[in-house]
C-alpha cells in the first residue's frame, strides 16, 4: 500500500452505486414478476419506454402503482424478492478492503429505482440501510397495498440524491465516484463528468460506456477496485495486484481494451453510397 504522509489528512470520497445488474446479477422488476407469476415484465417494460412514459428506471414503481397485475404486491413479497436476488461474487469484501487504502476514506452509498425493501432485504448484513436509497413506498395502513410513491431515485432523481449526500457530507463533485449499468445513470454520470468527478461503467451498455470515466467488465464486484485504485489512489498494476493477492485472489484476464466503433461506406462521385 502507498504510505500517508505523517500529518496529513485523509481525503474523504463519495462512493455510490447503483444496484440491479451493478452489485448483482438480477433485475428486481424480473425476480418479482416471476414471484407473482407475470410472465411479460420485458414487454411492459419496453412499451413504457416507447410512449416515454416514465424517467428511465422508473418502469417498475410505475406498474406497481398502476398495474393491475402487479397491484396486489405487498411490502412482504419486495423483503422476499431481495432475498432471491444474485449479487456479485465477494460483495462483502467491497468495503474492508476500501478501508485499507491509506490516505483515503470512502463513504459507500447505493442509490437505485429498485424498491428499497428490495435492496435492504438483499444487501441485508453487507450495506447499512440508511446508506441505502431505493424507490420508497407509502402503504395503506389497513390493506398494505402500494398507495403513492414518496420517492423514485431514477433519472434526474439520482442526481437529486446524489447532491443531498453530497451537501450532507461537504464534499466537492471531484470527490464522487459513481458505479452504474445502464440508461438510468446516463443524467448523474453526465452529471459528474462535466463538475469533474468520477464514473464507472460495469456493463457494455453503448449509451454508458461512452460516457463513463471508466468501464470494468467482471462478474466479481471487487472489479471497481482497480479504477478507483488507479485513478483515484495512484496505484500501479503491481500494487493492485498485491492488494488482490493478499485476500487469496489473483487478477487473471486483466486486459485493456480501447474499441473504436466506426462505420465506412464507399462514395460514388463524392456522395455517401
Known sequence: MIPMERGNLQKEYLLVSDFDQTL?????????????????????????????????GGELAYLLLHDPDYRKVRKEHLVEVGKHIRL???????????????????????????????????????????????????????????????????????????????????????????VGDGSSDIHVMLHLNRLSGSTIAVSENRYITQIASRTILSENALSVLIPILEDIAGWDSTAIRRLFESQGFMLREWDKVRTDTLTISRTIDGEAA
Open 24 to 56: 448483482s446479477f438480477n433485475d428486481s422488476g424480473i425476480v418479482l414478476s416471476d414471484l407473482i407469476g407475470v410472465r411479460d415484465f420485458q414487454d411492459r417494460i419496453k412499451g413504457l419506454a416507447e410512449i416515454h412514459m416514465v424517467q428511465q
Open 88 to 178: 456479485k461474487q465477494n460483495i462483502r469484501l467491497l468495503l474492508p478492503l476500501l478501508e485499507q487504502v491509506e490516505g483515503l476514506r470512502f463513504s459507500f452509498y447505493v442509490v437505485s429505482a429498485a424498491p428499497e425493501e428490495v435492496i435492504k432485504s438483499a444487501l441485508e448484513g453487507i450495506v447499512p440501510e440508511d446508506r441505502i436509497f431505493g424507490t420508497r413506498f407509502r402503504y395503506d395502513a389497513a390493506s398494505g397495498e402500494i398507495q403513492s410513491i414518496v420517492r423514485v431515485p431514477a433519472g434526474y432523481g439520482k442526481v437529486a440524491v446524489l447532491e443531498q449526500l453530497r451537501e450532507k457530507l461537504m464534499l466537492s463533485h471531484d470527490r464522487i465516484i459513481y
